[in-house]
């Protein structure tokens, strides 16, 4: 075979790669976005029990669905890391970190003010707010964990490890509702059946979640190019690179 | 179309506070992200160009 996913393991390589595709993620998501907010506030109706309130979910489900989705990610990443030590790995899901904890904090305040109207409360401790909330000070305290750390092999390793310990938490979040009574009402959307919801909605909430994950794509492969530099700030790639740009 | 008015679509119903309070973070935290990503690639430029700089001395 002549094209080698190998050769992409190699952070030179992997850094002009993800140069290139950048743009690409970062105009879908752009424009996957005005199409799925139009889509959103123009072709979906008026929800017949929640009127207009349930605008939210076009935001609320597919920031859940991120905040659980990069989770699984950089546990995969960590996973790799710690059994090969491939330098990527760790540079990959500390790239992810930041989108996640954005995605985890979306989905949490957009609850809140779904919740406000529709339940009479900002907050109930059921499970999946509860464990939706641990998640979120899951990514805050890995970040934290890594910065706290000076040296980087051990705060990589650290970070994975602890990345790897709470991911139990990612099922927890998605069967909260099947295990527990929960306020937070059931999956709408599910692989086993058909879904409940006006086939106009869904298609709005689908697309605004292909531009969450092009969003989520772009930004995690602008943070690890700034990693793989200051990592290999060393090596006469980037000391070459940095006389051209 | 299915707002009467400008004045309709912002008011969402009644419920105008909860919808854009939610897609008002989204935005602000996008920009916030965005803004912080562009802003650190030129910092992180200027720190190894400097530390290439210094070690050369």
Same mark, same amino acid.
């Given at each position: 075979m002549a094209f080698s996913i190998y050769k992409y393991a190699s952070p030179m390589t992997f850094y002009g790669l993800a140069g290139k595709l950048i743009p690409w993620f970062a105009w879908g998501a752009g424009i996957l976005t005005v199409l799925g907010l139009y889509i959103a506030f123009f072709m979906a109706p008026t929800d017949f029990?929640?009127?207009?309130? /349930?605008?939210? $979910?076009?935001?609320?489900?597919?920031?859940?669905?991120?905040?659980?989705? *990069? /989770? *699984? *990610?950089? =546990?995969?990443w960590s996973a790799v890391g710690l059994a090969w030590n491939t330098r990527l790995s760790f540079m990959m899901s500390r790239a992810l970190a930041p989108t996640g904890a954005v995605f985890a904090f979306l989905s949490l305040w957009t609850g809140a003010l779904w919740g406000?109207?529709?339940?009479?409360?900002?907050?109930?401790? &059921? =499970?999946?707010l509860t464990s939706s909330l641990i998640l979120f000070f899951l990514y805050v305290g890995i970040?934290?964990?890594?910065? =706290?750390? &000076? &040296?980087?092999?051990?705060s990589d390793r650290a970070g994975a490890l602890l990345i790897l310990v709470g991911? $139990?938490?990612?099922? $927890? $979040? /998605?069967?909260?509702?099947?295990?527990?009574?929960?306020?937070?009402?059931?999956?709408?959307?599910?692989?086993?059946?058909?879904?409940?919801?006006?086939?106009?909605?869904?298609i709005g909430m689908l697309v605004l979640a292909i531009a969450a994950w092009f969003y989520a794509i772009a930004t995690a492969l602008t943070r690890v190019r700034g990693i793989i530099l200051e990592r290999e700030r060393q090596t006469e790639w980037v000391k070459e690179l940095l006389e051209k740009i | 179309m299915q707002w009467a008015s400008w004045s309709a679509f912002w008011d969402m119903g009644g419920y105008g506070l909860y919808v854009w309070g939610s897609y008002g973070a989204l935005f602000f935290l996008i920009l916030a992200e965005t803004f912080f990503l562009v802003r650190g690639r030129k910092r992180t430029l200027q720190r190894i160009r400097r530390m290439k700089n210094w070690e050369q001395q």
């Open positions: 029990q929640q009127g207009e309130a /349930y605008r939210v $979910i076009f935001i609320h489900v597919p920031a859940a669905w991120m905040s659980m989705f *990069i /989770y *699984i *990610i950089m =546990a995969f406000k109207p529709m339940w009479g409360a900002w907050w109930v401790w &059921d =499970a999946r970040m934290a964990l890594w910065s =706290a750390i &000076d &040296d980087r092999r051990r991911a $139990i938490n990612v099922p $927890i $979040i /998605y069967f909260s509702v099947k295990w527990w009574n929960t306020l937070h009402q059931g999956a709408s959307v599910s692989l086993m059946k058909s879904p409940s919801m006006a086939s106009i909605m869904l | -």
